[in-house]
């Protein structure tokens, strides 16, 4: 495993900002979801494209009640900007259909920067 420096804390300050680098050959993005940090390969298991360059969204839930639908407006799912497929930025699942997930890495915060075990 290779643990490697990505960024400032800084640069991940605002909810919802991201980072992408490259670790070993793989390109990975480290995201801001409400203050915690997430990290996953910038790849869609759908056709390879660049899963985390797309738009980060919240996403339409069942109510309580299971008939209800609405907005959860916490902004964790990213949409793959090839072909629109919808991943869980803090689990790495598909939206969709959770037989898809994409990996996701370790992140660690230590004297100001953003660390991601590869």
């Known amino acids: 495993m290779t643990r490697q420096r990505v960024a400032p804390t800084t640069d991940l300050e605002t909810d919802g900002s991201r980072v992408i680098t490259e670790i070993d050959g793989q390109e990975i993005a480290v995201f801001n979801i409400e203050g915690e940090l997430y990290a996953v390969a910038n790849y869609c298991v759908h056709q390879a494209g660049p899963l985390c360059e797309g738009d980060l969204t919240g996403r339409m839930v069942v109510g309580d009640d299971g008939w209800e639908w609405n907005w959860d407006e916490t902004e964790n799912v990213i949409t793959c900007p090839w072909h629109g497929w919808k991943f869980d930025v803090t ?12 990996p996701r890495y370790e992140v660690e915060v230590e004297e100001g920067s953003v660390y991601v075990t590869r």
Do not use: P, S
């Not at 689990?91 to 994409?102: E, S």
């Open 91 to 102: 689990t790495g699942l598909n939206i969709q259909d959770d037989r898809y997930a994409v």
